[in-house]
């Protein structure tokens, strides 16, 4: 059985890309990319999914009356396409009870540090100003906070002392590449199991 993804982004696309040429090489064996979802129309992540050949979805959130508005119809595109997990990959809004509700437990979600460390924008900045000798990268289940979903997997990234906030982002994007392709590969074979808050992956 094929399993079905829809991938959110806000921005440059790089995880997006990432995922797609993964499963389109055959190293997410019996995964399909059904949906970009995307709230920015000048994205530049639309202009790699027109280039991948992955149908878009694009809104402008100020166009609804509410976010329980715009997420439903987000809803019923992603039902229409028969999508069974959502991947967060930079985008930049916090998902409301609507899609939650619809896709509890299957919304997961990338973040640039070492949860519960810097949620929220700019995790590269916060890490850079307080001073941390090691960052990272997250993903997690998302819930109905900021950041704040049991967490499934996570990778250190140490940050040097000339360290600016583009060199520890190129770095950070290497690793968030392949544990996010890691963690949608373990998902797809049911081998996450969670308990309250613990999540233990099956081998």
């Given at each position: 059985?094929?399993?079905?993804?829809?991938?959110?982004?806000?921005?440059?696309?790089?995880?997006?890309?990432?995922?797609v040429?993964?499963?389109?090489?055959?190293?997410?064996?019996g995964?399909?990319?059904?949906?970009?979802?995307?709230?920015?129309?000048?994205?530049?992540?639309?202009?790699?999914?027109?280039?991948?050949?992955?149908?878009?979805?694009?809104f402008?959130?100020?166009?609804?009356?509410?976010?329980?508005?715009?997420?439903?119809?987000?809803?019923?595109?992603?039902?229409?396409?028969?999508?069974?997990?959502?991947?967060?990959?930079?985008?930049?809004?916090?998902?409301?009870?609507?899609?939650?509700?619809?896709?509890?437990g299957?919304?997961?979600?990338?973040?640039?540090?070492?949860?519960?460390?810097?949620?929220?924008?700019?995790a590269?900045?916060?890490?850079?100003?307080?001073?941390?000798?090691?960052?990272?990268?997250?993903?997690?289940?998302?819930d109905?906070?900021?950041?704040?979903?049991?967490?499934?997997?996570?990778?250190?990234?140490?940050?040097h002392?000339?360290?600016?906030?583009?060199?520890?982002?190129?770095?950070?994007?290497?690793?968030?590449?392949?544990?996010?392709?890691?963690?949608?590969?373990?998902?797809?074979?049911?081998?996450?199991?969670?308990?309250?808050?613990?999540?233990?992956?099956?081998?």
């Open positions: 059985m094929v399993r079905k993804l829809a991938i959110f982004a806000s921005g440059s696309g790089s995880n997006f890309e990432a995922i040429q993964a499963v389109q090489a055959g190293r997410l064996a995964v399909e990319v059904a949906l970009l979802v995307c709230d920015k129309p000048q994205a530049k992540v639309l202009e790699r999914a027109e280039r991948l050949g992955i149908e878009a979805f694009v402008q959130p100020k166009e609804y009356a509410s976010k329980a508005a715009f997420e439903a119809e987000i809803v019923a595109e992603l039902q229409k396409r028969d999508v069974s997990l959502v991947v967060l990959a930079g985008y930049m809004r916090l998902v409301g009870e609507t899609l939650l509700s619809a896709y509890e299957r919304i997961i979600n990338l973040h640039p540090s070492l949860l519960p460390a810097f949620p929220g924008k700019d590269i900045g916060q890490a850079l100003a307080y001073g941390v000798k090691i960052t990272g990268v997250t993903v997690h289940l998302v109905a906070g900021l950041d704040s979903g049991p967490i499934i997997a996570q990778v250190p990234v140490a940050v002392d000339n360290d600016t906030a583009e060199t520890l982002a190129a770095r950070i994007h290497e690793v968030e590449h392949g544990l996010l392709i890691e963690v949608i590969g373990l998902l797809v074979e049911d081998r996450v199991k969670l308990t309250g808050r613990h999540v233990q992956v099956i081998s």
